[in-house]
């Protein structure tokens, strides 16, 4: 029978991955996704996943905790610090790690959040560890879940400088610690470990795959947008998306909410028009301003469009509501929409400092403040449903200074992971490779929509129907290899 060379083997075990990571239809993690700083909200009670606790793991899952190096590029004493991480192993199917199996490895980096989220939501890697006679690994992010050094929250967030731990490059050094270890312990030196990830955790596969090739022989990056700073990519991208995205779902919709934000200005510059806006949309708490009802309607809009997914579906949910109110009422048209999406509340609470943020989205807005500087802002123009407001580094600098007491390093990433003539770096020098991407997605104005080389492949998909009889051929075909990483 074919035994089938190394990097073929590679690739056909990364398309099957992909086929699997698609049909699965895995969504951006409901904890964030590259939410602006100050921004972010849960995700609507309709399209909330139900967050699994430690009785939800099943049994084939075993929880670990790594003493990981609190910093792994300097050498003073407190580097050398450690702190517990949480690594997940499922070995039910794996093969073995013997020079006669090499069964592979299966690697999910974890994100901006608790790990045993990928444990529900990421079914493909179980799914598929019995063709493979995989070991799963899922990894958690520093800082994220469990794995928090300085043994709190509250330890690890006091100040910059223990938050100054907290980078994409620690971060893949840990994965790299975690996989070496768990090699270690199950005698497999010499089985291929492929890295798999979505959103940040896709970014983070991608680069982990340039920056460790001695240790990873494979990456899938699923709506990975590495292109979305320094000026890559234009910054208008995302909105453009998710205008374009309510546009196909309603044309009236789409007008309707292009026109709200007048209709918000005029009633606020009403005697009393704060109040009559705060009890149009039962707000929680009186408006002060009508900046925070625009930026609750803005992440709810953004929200529905980057999580719009089935069964529900939120972006149609809000337009059915929009245009199944009476139209002669805008801002009746618009709040019909946030209860849709939202649920039948009492009120809503649209003030953005109303509530302490969570760890996570403190985490999270660390990061964006430091490195992961995404120039996210609306270009205004005929085809967005968005007012004009271009991001501002200089307003978003003094938020960072404010919040942190750190200036953002916007030119960082493409620095040290690249960014500029991006292809033509990857072309000279990467391998085995597929960032996917839903064009639906508002990220994917930010992602790798076009092939690079033979093996790092951008797959799109516009709808999953097209998409999904595309790759079952592909799976039909690889399912019929003999897999040999001998």
């Known amino acids: 029978m074919k035994t089938l060379s190394q990097p073929t083997l590679i690739l056909s075990l990364l398309s099957l991955l992909l086929l699997l990571f698609l049909l699965a239809q895995f969504p951006p993690p409901a904890q964030a996704k590259f939410s602006r700083l100050g921004v972010h909200r849960p995700r609507s009670p309709t399209q909330a996943r139900r967050q699994p606790d430690d009785d939800d793991v099943e049994s084939d899952f075993v929880t670990f905790y790594y003493n990981q190096t609190l ?34 490895i299966l690697v999910y980096f974890g994100l901006e959040g608790r790990i045993e989220h990928a444990l529900e939501n990421i079914g493909f890697l179980t799914e598929n560890a019995p063709h493979f006679k995989a070991l799963l690994l899922y990894i958690e992010h520093r800082y994220y879940g469990e794995s928090v050094p300085f043994g709190s929250w ?103 909410i292009r026109k709200s934000w007048v209709e918000i200005e005029r009633v606020a510059s009403k005697r009393n028009g704060l109040s009559i806006l705060s009890k149009k949309f039962k707000t929680c708490s009186r408006l002060r301003r009508t900046f925070d009802l625009k930026d609750y309607l803005d992440s709810l809009y953004s929200e529905a469009a980057q999580y719009d997914e089935p069964p529900d579906y939120p972006v149609g949910i809000v337009c059915s509501a929009i245009d199944g109110a009476p139209n002669d009422d805008v801002l009746g048209q618009i709040f019909a929409g946030v209860v849709a999406y939202m649920g039948d509340s009492s009120c809503y609470d649209v003030a953005s400092d109303s509530a302490p943020p969570a760890p996570s989205a403190s985490a999270w807005s660390w990061q964006m403040c430091s490195e992961l500087v995404f120039p996210i802002g609306h270009d205004g123009g005929d085809d967005t449903m968005f007012p004009p407001a271009p991001f501002d580094l200089k307003s978003f600098t003094k938020i960072c200074r404010s919040r942190f007491g750190i ?60 998409f999904t009889m595309f790759f079952t051929l592909v799976c039909l075909l690889t399912d019929k290899l003999i897999i040999n990483y001998s």
């Open 71 to 104: 910093d792994h590029f300097n050498y003073r004493p407190e580097s050398y610090t450690t702190f517990r991480q949480r690594y997940i192993v499922n070995v039910k199917h794996w093969g073995g790690g013997g020079a006669t199996t090499n069964a592979p």
């Open 407 to 466: 200036v953002p390093q916007p030119h960082w990433v493409t620095t040290f992971y690249g960014g500029h003539d991006l292809k033509l770096a990857l072309h000279r020098f990467a391998s085995n490779i597929i960032f996917s991407n839903g064009l639906r997605d508002p990220y994917s104005s930010g992602g790798v929509l076009e092939n690079i080389s033979d093996s790092i492949i951008a797959v799109s998909t516009i709808n999953g129907n097209t």
């Open 154 to 256: 509250e330890k690890a967030s006091r100040n910059a400088a223990s938050l100054g731990y907290l980078t994409s490059a620690q971060a893949m050094a840990d994965y790299a610690a975690v996989i070496l270890h768990v090699k270690r312990t199950h005698s497999a030196g010499n089985s291929p470990v492929i890295v798999v990830g979505g959103s940040y955790g896709g970014m983070l596969a991608s680069w982990f795959r340039l920056k460790y090739p001695h240790i990873a022989l494979g990456a899938l990056a699923s709506s990975a947008p590495i292109l979305y700073f320094d000026g890559v990519k234009p910054g208008g991208g995302y909105y453009s998306i998710v205008s374009k995205d309510f546009k196909e779902a309603s044309e009236s919709c789409y007008k309707t």
